[in-house]
């Protein structure tokens, strides 16, 4: 796979991210031969990638329905899980150090060796309902960034992986084409690549080891890889029908 593949599955891969401003090009232009030069690891790729959108609350549409069917956070889904945190979830997430100067600032008495708990319970006790929401409000946004950056750490390394299998795939159908190895071969075998139900979509395991002259095989076959982010399967060659 060349450069020229990699570049081509940058793009394609890319233009899907949304964010409430555009997103630069040129920022992504910049990044391009960087992320060239490092894609022998999907952690080095997707860290170039993070690094050129490090500020801007950019999103990957195409994440969301793989998030939820894998068990993964989305930016949607930490969103709500961190607004259904109660005040006192929110201060429990904070270190000791920092409740007791909360406590300082707010003039609520601490007890002698005070735990987490203990402090929890001083400011909550301290503090009326309204009031409480307005005190953990920039903590809450803190715990929120903070989970958004982990998600989008996990997003690029995905993106990355993406991009890699895009590029493959492209040089892949280059290779099958070649007129040949129709020739020689001109039968197309689909390999399913996933092994759970959950890596199993079922537009490509439906597919499995299923043979067909190479004709067919492009009408048939679901051009790879399929909208499922981590669709792992491949199209291996075959002799004619016996
Ligand atoms: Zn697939």
Request: charged content about 20%; overall charge positive; aromatic content about 10%.
């Given at each position: 796979?060349?450069?020229?593949?990699?570049?081509?599955?940058?793009?394609?891969?890319?233009?899907?991210?949304?964010?409430?401003?555009?997103?630069?090009?040129?920022?992504?232009?910049?990044?391009?031969?960087?992320?060239?030069?490092?894609?022998?690891?999907?952690?080095?790729?997707?860290?170039?990638?993070?690094?050129?959108?490090?500020?801007?609350?950019?999103?990957?549409?195409?994440?969301?329905?793989?998030?939820?069917?894998?068990?993964?956070?989305?930016?949607?889904?930490?969103?709500?899980?961190?607004?259904?945190m109660r005040p006192a979830e929110i201060l429990?997430s904070l270190?000791?150090?920092?409740?007791?100067?909360?406590?300082?600032?707010?003039?609520?008495?601490?007890?002698?060796?005070?735990?987490?708990?203990?402090?929890?319970?001083?400011l909550?006790?301290?503090t009326?309902?309204?009031?409480i929401q307005d005190m953990v409000l920039p903590f809450r946004r803190?715990l929120?960034?903070?989970?958004?950056?982990?998600?989008?750490?996990?997003?690029?390394?995905?993106?990355?992986?993406?991009?890699?299998?895009?590029?493959?795939?492209?040089?892949?159908?280059?290779?099958?084409?070649?007129?040949?190895?129709?020739?020689?071969?001109?039968?197309?075998?689909?390999?399913?690549?996933?092994?759970?139900?959950?890596?199993?979509?079922?537009?490509?395991?439906?597919?499995?080891?299923?043979?067909?002259?190479?004709?067919?095989?492009?009408?048939?076959?679901?051009?790879?890889?399929?909208?499922?982010?981590?669709?792992?399967?491949?199209?291996?060659?075959?002799?004619?029908?016996?």
């Open positions: 796979m060349t450069d020229t593949h990699l570049e081509f599955a940058y793009w394609s891969v890319v233009k899907d991210l949304e964010a409430p401003a555009d997103i630069p090009v040129s920022r992504l232009n910049a990044a391009l031969p960087e992320f060239l030069g490092s894609t022998g690891t999907s952690a080095k790729a997707g860290a170039v990638i993070y690094n050129c959108l490090s500020d801007i609350a950019w999103d990957w549409p195409a994440w969301n329905s793989f998030a939820v069917k894998v068990g993964y956070d989305s930016l949607q889904s930490i969103a709500t899980s961190i607004a259904k429990k270190p000791v150090a920092e409740l007791k100067q909360l406590c300082l600032t707010r003039n609520v008495e601490q007890v002698p060796r005070a735990t987490k708990d203990s402090l929890v319970a001083a909550l006790k301290a009326g309902k309204d009031a803190n929120q960034e903070a989970q958004n950056q982990k998600c989008r750490k996990q997003m690029c390394f995905h993106m990355a992986s993406r991009i890699l299998n895009v590029a493959y795939n492209i040089h892949r159908y280059e290779q099958l084409n070649d007129p040949e190895l129709l020739t020689l071969r001109p039968c197309w075998r689909f390999v399913w690549g996933g092994s759970t139900d959950i890596d199993a979509p079922k537009s490509c395991r439906k597919f499995n080891n299923k043979t067909l002259p190479h004709y067919e095989a492009k009408q048939v076959f679901p051009s790879l890889p399929c909208g499922y982010l981590k669709c792992g399967c491949h199209i291996a060659v075959e002799g004619g029908h016996s």
